[in-house]
Antibody, heavy 120, light 106 residues
Framework: QVQLVESGGGVVQPGRSLRLSCAAS????????MHWVRQAPGKGLEWVAV????????YYADSVKGRFTISRDNSKNTLYLQMNSLRAEDTAVYYC?????????????WGQGTTVTVSS | SYELTQPPSVSVSPGQTASITCSGD??????ASWYQQKPGQSPVLVIY???KRPSGIPERFSGSSSGNTATLTISGTQAMDEADYYC?????????FGGGTKLTVL
């Protein structure tokens, strides 16, 4: 059974950095594009970034472009999100999700999420 | 930037049909997907490529698309269908989610 498990969330001060991980199991990880999606408290879903199956294509939301970097290590079945220059508005639950098509969605498997709180 | 517009809320009586719309000026050229999210849970894909239903999703969930509007329809709505629903599409080299619709089953 396909499983995605996020980790790396926590409380961080504004301006600092954090790296999230998403470990995949039960799936041929290298065959799928992967997304990061976040949800601020009480708000809707906000797409963050996507990476193609081989890492050759990456796309970002305007709100994180230049601050966040998506990457993957197919040998470790793991997706990453490096978050720099964090702001209060980055506070959210961060989900990783599998994309069985290319980079445009849909997202057919989601992790349980990891919480990031940016606060002084 | 590209936007998808959904009604904030929809109410339906048990056993009746609920329809949730999603409008966006690029929807005529790209597929829409729909996700269900219950409180405290991760989203679940219920419709993709406008009309397709993943395995395990009940047949009462269906999707359609016409022009710049995609629609999620739930026939014979059950209490367990009460949730937030989000549409999603690709546009301008980004993924976009609609603002979400809270479905209340009264």
């Amino acid at each position: 059974q396909v499983q995605l498990v996020e980790s790396g969330g926590g409380v961080v001060q504004p301006g600092r950095s954090l790296r999230l991980s998403c470990a995949a199991s039960g799936v041929t990880f290298s065959s799928f594009a992967m997304h990061w999606v976040r949800q601020a408290p009480g708000k809707g879903l906000e797409w963050v970034a996507v990476i193609s199956h081989d890492g050759s294509k990456k796309y970002y939301a305007d709100s994180v472009k230049g601050r966040f970097t998506i990457s993957r290590d197919n040998s470790k079945n793991t997706l990453y999100l490096q978050m720099n220059s964090l702001r209060a508005e980055d506070t959210a639950v961060y989900y990783c999700a599998r994309d069985p098509a290319a980079v445009a969605g849909p997202m057919d498997v989601w992790g349980q999420g990891t919480t990031v709180t940016v606060s002084s | 930037s590209y936007e998808l517009t959904q009604p904030p809320s929809v109410s339906v009586s048990p056993g009746q049909t609920a329809s949730i719309t999603c409008s966006g000026d690029k929807l005529g050229n790209t597929y829409a997907s729909w996700y269900q999210q219950k409180p405290g849970q991760s989203p679940v894909l219920v419709i993709y490529q406008d009309t397709k239903r993943p395995s395990g999703i009940p047949e009462r969930f269906s999707g359609s698309s016409s022009g710049n509007t995609a629609t999620l329809t739930i026939s014979g709505t059950q209490a367990m269908d009460e949730a937030d629903y989000y549409c999603q599409a690709w546009g301008s080299s980004t993924v976009v989610f609609g603002g979400g619709t809270k479905l209340t089953v009264l």
